[in-house]
């Protein structure tokens, strides 16, 4: 039977880890790769992320560096899982030093801030088609995964071979992993998330209760339907893992930070204090920008997405936030 071929994580945060963890249990050759050379030595002595998740022990076909050639030397596949404000230094990075035959595949939710570019046109832009290209999304805390309780995440590929293959990698008794060809979709779903769990956290702050948090996400997932479909996704794409599933997740528990960012804001916490609290990337405060550039030149309405938008870089206190929602008139249900 033939050894699988080596696959490589680009960053050593908490979701990078527990990817770099979950492929090397599965029997992949592993090799974790991250900037800060301190670290990484601590992380090859320690054989453990202390930092972010202390309690997940590397197996022992887990390696760490931060080389990145040494890293891409044997390497056929590549995953990156780095903040989306870092994706494209860190792919331009990647292009420089990889051979040709290198898959890549982004783990990354959230939009480019200032382009409001999602991974893969990111990708585009860097290595144009020279590489396939994948994404992972869905459901995930990296603590669980890393602990081996049951997850299921989402595998977009435009190259069906390569989300296959990414997906067998990544699949075992107590992580399923499914293929889908809507790449557009898996990564809008990921990214506007972000921003109606900082809604959310922003009404249980306020004291809302169970009745608002279901219609908040609901109504959110509504939102992120019309968008979602404007730019290319397909509606049933927003009803699964990627869409529905990890917008459920980060509304209703306190693992997600951008959930606990609106809780801070609704308990009155500044929000660069806020923000220095949670201590890691929160991606929703950039990419709520971006996906309201995004709706405003579609012509789509996002009312929550843009309340957030108002208390995240207007000044506006999330208790006016939401009686702005409330204040808006009667109208049909409709998707």
């Not at 783990?107 to 290595?127: C, D, R, Y």
């Not at 020279?130 to 994404?135: E, Q, S």
């Not at 249980?204 to 979602?228: C, Q, S, V, Y």
Request: proline share 4%; hydrophobic share 45%; net charge neutral.
């Amino acid at each position: 039977m033939k050894a699988p071929s080596p696959i490589v994580v680009l960053g050593a945060g908490s979701w990078g880890t527990a990817l770099a963890v979950l492929l090397a249990r599965n029997g992949q050759p592993t090799m974790l790769w991250g900037r800060n050379a301190e670290f990484m030595a601590q992380l090859a002595q320690t054989r453990r992320n202390s930092r972010f998740l202390p309690d997940a022990a590397f197996p022992e076909n887990l390696q760490t560096t931060d080389d990145l050639a040494r890293a891409l030397d044997a390497a056929s596949d590549c995953l990156i899982a780095v903040p989306s404000h870092g994706f494209r230094d860190t792919l331009q990075l990647l292009a420089a030093r990889a051979q040709s035959s290198l898959r890549i595949a982004c783990a990354t939710k959230g939009m480019e801030p200032g382009s409001g570019n999602l991974p893969h046109q990111i990708a585009q832009e860097v290595v144009g088609a020279a590489h396939p290209f994948a994404v992972i999304s869905g459901p995930t805390f990296a603590r669980e995964v890393a602990a081996g309780l049951p997850t299921a995440v989402t595998v977009a590929s435009q190259n069906a071979e390569f989300a296959a293959a990414l997906a067998a990698r990544l699949h075992n008794d107590g992580f399923r992993a499914y293929t889908s060809g809507d790449v557009t979709g898996v990564e809008l779903g990921g990214a506007v998330k972000n921003v109606l769990a900082i809604a959310a956290g922003i009404a249980d702050g306020l004291g809302f209760g169970a009745n608002t948090r279901a219609a908040l996400i609901t109504r959110g997932l509504a939102e992120m339907m019309r968008l979602g479909v404007a730019l290319g996704g397909k509606r049933e794409t927003f009803m699964g893992l990627a869409g529905l599933g990890d917008l459920v997740l980060t509304c209703t528990d306190d693992q997600s930070r951008n959930r606990r960012l609106g809780l801070a804001l609704a308990r009155g916490t500044p929000l660069t204090d806020a923000l220095r609290e949670i201590g890691q990337s929160v991606e929703g405060v950039a990419t709520a920008r971006e996906v309201m550039r995004l709706a405003q030149a579609q012509g789509i309405e996002m009312p929550i997405s843009e309340q957030v938008c108002s208390v995240l870089h207007e000044g506006k206190s999330p208790r006016n936030a939401v009686h702005a929602l409330l204040a808006r008139e009667q109208k049909a249900e409709t998707i």
